[in-house]
Nanobody, 121 residues
Framework: VQLQASGGGLVQAGGSLRLSCAASGSILRLYTMGWYRQAPGKQRELVAAIHGGGSFNYADSVKGRFTLSRDNAKNTVYLQMNSLKPEDTAVYYC????????????????WGQGTQVTVSS
């Protein structure tokens, strides 16, 4: 499984960005896919995940601002980020794996390259 992430950039607080994660095969219905982020000096944290059956998980810090969606035909997952805050600044990584691998204390098997999101105040 190969994951290609894109869409990061620099945006002012209150702005929006959309991240994309394209998978190499038709895995969206088989795996949980999600986005993690890691800010300097902080641990990697799960931002949002979508499970094979279509249910979602969001970190409390992004609920109501970030929306995860998927396009099965394009094997792509999107993270729409609105009302961005400086504290959202981080390297964002897309990941895929079993549902269990997204639970606390574990990490998914498959990772895309990181994409930098910088939110200026």
């Amino acid at each position: 499984v190969q994951l290609q992430a894109s869409g990061g950039g620099l945006v002012q607080a209150g702005g929006s960005l959309r991240l994309s994660c394209a998978a190499s095969g038709s895995i969206l219905r088989l795996y949980t896919m999600g986005w993690y982020r890691q800010a300097p000096g902080k641990q990697r944290e799960l931002v949002a995940a979508i499970h094979g059956g279509g249910s979602f998980n969001y970190a409390d810090s992004v609920k109501g601002r970030f929306t995860l969606s998927r396009d099965n035909a394009k094997n792509t997952v999107y993270l729409q980020m609105n009302s961005l805050k400086p504290e959202d600044t981080a390297v964002y990584y897309c990941a895929a794996g079993s549902l269990e691998s997204f639970r606390p204390g574990r990490l998914p098997n498959y990772w895309g390259q990181g994409t930098q999101v910088t939110v200026s105040s």
